[in-house]
């Protein structure tokens, strides 16, 4: 059975942020045992073509992971990324960036962080395999 909720959650923003004419209220990461769910929630979106997510051990050390495109205002976001658990680290933080619709992209405007069991050797070595074949 996959662990789901006992994964620690170390910061949930929720206050609202306002940047670059996006408001976004919530950025949230949390470990299902296999995968580590990204959501957050936006009210506003102005100018706005996509979110860039990243993820690093720290948020100073940050790359690029994937990009999901806007949908516009009052719109719920979720990715996953089931790459995570291919690592030995326990630990990951995550960021949004901004992209407009010129490209011109953000500094990193939102940060979560997520702490998720041990996992096995063999554990990585099957989600290895699985992606393969994905």
Request: no cysteine; charged share 20%; net charge positive.
């Given at each position: 059975m996959k662990?789901?909720?006992n994964i620690l959650l170390i910061l949930l923003l929720s206050l609202s942020t306002l940047i670059s004419g996006t408001l976004i209220?919530?950025?949230v990461a949390t470990s299902n045992g296999d995968a580590i769910n990204l959501s957050w929630e936006t009210s506003?979106?102005?100018n706005i073509k996509e979110?860039?997510?990243?993820r690093g051990r720290d948020k100073d050390n940050l790359a690029p992971i994937a990009r999901v495109t806007a949908k516009g205002n009052n719109s719920n976001y979720t990715y996953v990324d089931e790459n995570a658990y291919k690592t030995s680290s326990t630990f990951y933080s995550y960021g949004l960036i901004?992209?407009?619709n010129s490209g011109s992209r953000s500094q990193v405007v939102m940060h979560t962080q997520v702490v998720h069991d041990n996992v096995s050797s063999v554990k990585r070595?099957?989600?290895s395999i699985k992606a393969l074949f994905r």
């Amino acid at each position: 059975m996959k662990k789901s909720s006992n994964i620690l959650l170390i910061l949930l923003l929720s206050l609202s942020t306002l940047i670059s004419g996006t408001l976004i209220h919530t950025f949230v990461a949390t470990s299902n045992g296999d995968a580590i769910n990204l959501s957050w929630e936006t009210s506003i979106e102005e100018n706005i073509k996509e979110f860039e997510i990243l993820r690093g051990r720290d948020k100073d050390n940050l790359a690029p992971i994937a990009r999901v495109t806007a949908k516009g205002n009052n719109s719920n976001y979720t990715y996953v990324d089931e790459n995570a658990y291919k690592t030995s680290s326990t630990f990951y933080s995550y960021g949004l960036i901004l992209v407009d619709n010129s490209g011109s992209r953000s500094q990193v405007v939102m940060h979560t962080q997520v702490v998720h069991d041990n996992v096995s050797s063999v554990k990585r070595t099957w989600g290895s395999i699985k992606a393969l074949f994905r």
